[in-house]
T-cell receptor
Framework: GAVVSQHPSWVICKSGTSVKIECRSL??????MFWYRQFPKQSLMLMAT?????????EQGVEKDKFLINHASLTLSTLTVTSAHPEDSSFYIC?????????????????FGAGSRLTVL | AQKITQTQPGMFVQEKEAVTLDCTYD???????LFWYKQPSSGEMIFLIY??????QNATEGRYSLNFQKARKSANLVISASQLGDSAMYFC?????????????FGGGTRLMVKP
């Protein structure tokens, strides 16, 4: 089945530094990847839709300059949290769909990475 | 208005019994898909079951079944013969339209705890 790899799983950084999180589709190509954010004991909130070869589409309230998304290839999207602050501490999860080989069937399932837990001190 | 509502923040169930997790949704689209995901404490999101808006039969996947009541806009998850390993967060999600590029919107989740 489709596998999405997310790295790193855990990261602790100092306030003011930038952190890059990678999301890779290992055995399929993904023209679109989604980045979600999840605070403790809360649901997943979509941050942005990452489109291969073009600019990401950000949800309302998400700062595009704060959360830089790059989808440079069909198998890799990166999320960079710039100048991280403690309030950015969260669980970040990427997801992708094998929309090329499986077409646009509504049953096409979104596969999630294992998530990246960011703690900003 | 919330697109996906899960009214049960937490549920207990005795091992080997069945449990129903509630999910209601709100959409004006005729074409949509409904999903259930399980999130154990490790954080990964595990796909459980899918129901398309045009599917006439309720979806089933092993011990999981989806009680789809279109007129009521509900898509409850039924887990039969609960196991200790079923203890986790469960999220209901919806994709509006049938385009695979459309995003998923998640409900608030239900924490299921299976008692031995």
């Amino acid at each position: 089945g489709a596998v999405v790899s997310q790295h790193p799983s855990w990261v602790i950084c100092k306030s003011g530094t930038s952190v890059k999180i990678e999301c890779r589709s290992l055995d399929f190509q993904a023209t679109t990847m989604f980045w979600y954010r999840q605070f403790p004991k809360q649901s997943l909130m979509l941050m942005a839709t990452s489109n291969e070869g073009s600019k990401a589409t950000y949800e309302q309230g998400v700062e595009k300059d704060k959360f830089l998304i790059n989808h440079a290839s069909l198998t890799l999207s990166t999320l960079t949290v710039t100048s991280a602050h403690p309030e950015d501490s969260s669980f970040y999860i990427c997801s992708a769909r094998d929309s090329i080989s499986h077409g646009i069937s509504g049953a096409n399932v979104l596969t999630f990475g294992a998530g990246s837990r960011l703690t900003v001190l | 208005a919330q697109k996906i509502t899960q009214t049960q923040p937490g549920m207990f169930v005795q091992e080997k019994e069945a449990v129903t997790l509630d999910c209601t949704y709100d959409t004006s689209d005729q074409s949509y898909g409904l999903f259930w995901y399980k999130q154990p404490s490790s954080g990964e999101m595990i796909f459980l079951i899918y129901q398309g808006s045009y599917d006439e039969q309720n979806a089933t996947e092993g011990r999981y079944s989806l009680n789809f009541q279109k007129a009521r806009k509900s898509a409850n998850l039924v887990i039969s013969a609960s196991q200790l390993g079923d203890s986790a967060m469960y999220f209901c999600a919806m994709r509006e339209g049938l385009n695979a590029g459309n995003m998923l919107t998640f409900g608030g989740g239900t924490r299921l705890m299976v008692k031995p």
